[in-house]
């Protein structure tokens, strides 16, 4: 409609690197995030990955598409119902391609490399600090490997010196799984 956003974006994301985008509420980086993900599609121009634009792919191809990002969500986005080690277990589960075993030894790798001591892996998410729900996040958005981790203001609600160790573990990650990581931040 007249309500237009991200007019005159033209950019790319090198592999292996990190880009933050900073702007203020409501000025268009959580569509920009859809739009890479393919939950939107461009009313012009294109948005393109590895070469395929993504306006022009059949759900099915989406959805293989997206198994090579991981999401951490603003909020955490975790189940209530759920342990730590669920949350983190979801999107494999989702899958169904691992056995139990590989399962519990893939959730339990994802945990350590977020830095998550395992005497909380089997506590709900309303018994952690918001710090930690960040790092169950992240570990559920890892777990699958992704080539591309994109991070929806993955700093709101902490406090400094949190915000600091989540800034850090984002580089960290970067260099260890060798992700390419687009933060969104109005920070």
Request: charged fraction near 25%; hydrophobic fraction near 40%; charge should be positive.
């Amino acid at each position: 409609g007249s309500n237009q956003v991200l007019r005159g974006i033209d950019l790319q994301i090198p592999a292996g690197q990190t880009l933050v985008v900073i702007g203020e509420s409501g000025c268009g980086k959580s569509v920009f995030l859809k739009l890479l993900i393919g939950l939107l599609k461009a009313t012009e121009g294109r948005v393109l990955f590895q070469d395929q634009d993504l306006k022009l792919l059949s759900e099915n191809r989406l959805m293989r598409l997206r198994l090579k990002y991981g999401y951490l969500f603003q909020s955490g986005a975790l189940f209530d119902s759920l342990s730590v080690e669920e949350n983190v277990a979801f999107p494999m589960r989702q899958q169904g391609i691992l056995a139990e075993n590989a399962m519990r030894l893939r959730v339990g790798d994802s945990l350590e490399a977020v830095g998550l001591p395992p005497s909380l892996w089997t506590r709900m998410p309303s018994d952690l600090s918001g710090g930690q729900r960040k790092r169950v996040g992240l570990a559920r958005a890892i777990i699958r490997k992704p080539q591309i981790l994109l991070y929806d203001e993955p700093t709101t609600g902490l406090d400094p010196v949190t915000r600091t160790t989540v800034d850090e573990l984002i580089e960290t990650l970067k260099s260890s799984l060798k992700l390419t990581s687009l933060v969104i931040s109005h920070d």
